[in-house]
């Protein structure tokens, strides 16, 4: 162990004490681990805080005759060992992460129709047009993308193509081209490439059912709720409500699709804050087998985001459903509520994200035109492209993005205690919000570190009293996304 003489200073934001029942836990920042403190430790920190700093002679006084003063010095070595702690002799900080210089992508979007066939009031896409007027990539284009994603990462053996638009099946033929030819060409390679796609399901029907199925799609459904909620947004060209259609092509897709789990993504905007309802019409009523919520705080028609009165509202209503979550993990169910599933995730495998997602990094998105985007909600912004199908990525704007983000110092993500789950937060809220990408998504930091210490206290408990939902719930989910 690291034991050095002199004096030590508590290292605050490497922490996260959190009390669940009478257990007090200790939550790592630097490794996203979670520890059970034991009483020593306890009081050790606890002395800690009420001093700047202190010598192993000051903390050893101070904690007899509780405890042995070998177990005080034990105790210190660990903590100085994890960074809790700061000793004379010991380095003040870790090196930040390095700026990106390769870009492992596993992950291409293309973007393969601007035109979409519904005129939802609060689409984010700023190249949205209406069918006709649709720009529709090209079997050339799509093909050149899934070229760069090798000819730049040819070391993955899995690799995605997920498909985006406006509404991808409004382009069907180049998704049935883009398969046919990219199964047998990731073959010859000895690799496996996945697709995925998110559609507002109004296209469906059993023959294009069977087609996602035999080739094993993952699928999204962007649907808003009960029939109420949803024609609020999302309408037709004309202005007409579509939640009888969707209703029943979703029905008529997860009676006829088994390949993988069918997920439903809804955009909370403002008056919208029942999340238990809207969970139950679509896990219960409709039969999805994972519900998602995306508020809405950041989009270009303010009038669609949720204002602060509300966006605690659906924070205080996401930790109601989180208790029905638990609920049900005791009794090893999952109710398919993938915000808090993919947090206990992130907690269960350590995740540390350096970066909020894969955006410019594992992942980047292609505009119709071939030209490459940050991610598929950058395309048609004013944000400068990275590049092309043709050229290849333009690493050096790439990595001064990516490093600019990387670069916490001087923020308040540099000590906070959701740091290494967080990140930051979305590149497109930021820019959004504040004209930036890199700039950190300041505007709901409390309640995103609220809804954190939640699902930790929620993974301790149900890994305290049914250890088995991380197996049963946790591995499928990663085997089959």
Known sequence: MNRVPGAYTLQAHNLHEIAVDARRLLFHVPSSALFESDQLTGDLLAELRTRN?????????????????????????????????????????????????????????????????????????????????????????????????????????????????GEPLTNLPLIRAVVDWAEPHFAALGKHVDFSLTTNATLLDETVIDFLQAHRFGIAVSIDGPKAVHDRNRVTVGGRGTYDVVARKVRLLLDRYHARPVGARVTLTRGTTDVVGIWDHLF???????????????????????????????????????????????????????????????????????????????????????????????????????????????????????????DREGTGCATCRIRNLCSGGCYHESYQRYGDPTHPSYHYCELMREWIDYGIAAYARILTANPAFFVDHLAPRRATS
């Open 284 to 406: 219960n009523e409709l039969g999805f087998a994972e519900v998602g919520f995306a508020p809405v705080t950041a989009g270009d028609v303010a009038s669609f985001n949720l204002t602060e009165e509300e966006l605690v509202a659906v924070f205080g209503s996401l930790r109601v459903l989180g208790g029905l979550y638990l609920e049900a993990a005791l009794e090893n169910r999952n109710i398919g509520f993938s915000n808090l599933h993919q947090l206990l995730t992130d907690i269960h495998q350590g995740t540390k994200k350096a970066l909020p997602c894969g955006a410019g990094y594992s992942m980047v998105a292609v505009d119709y035109a071939g030209d490459v985007h940050l991610c598929h909600r950058f395309t048609g912004s004013k944000l400068p492209t990275f590049g092309s199908v043709g050229q290849g990525l333009e690493r050096d704007a790439l990595g001064d993005l990516l490093d600019a983000r990387l």
């Open 53 to 165: 700093s202190a010598s192993l002679a000051d903390l050893q006084s101070a904690l007899l005759p509780r405890h042995d003063g070998e177990a005080v010095a034990d105790a210190v070595a660990e903590l100085l060992d994890l960074e809790i702690l700061r000793g004379d002799a010991t380095i003040a900080a870790r090196p930040r992460p390095m700026r990106p210089t390769r870009f492992p992508l596993t992950t291409v979007v293309l973007n393969v129709n601007t035109g979409c066939n519904l005129s939802c009031t609060y689409c984010y896409k700023e190249d949205l047009a209406v069918p006709a007027k649709g720009r529709k990539m090209s079997l050339a284009t799509a093909r050149q993308a899934v070229e760069m994603l090798l000819r730049e990462s040819p070391d993955q053996l899995r690799y995605n193509i997920v498909f985006f638009g």
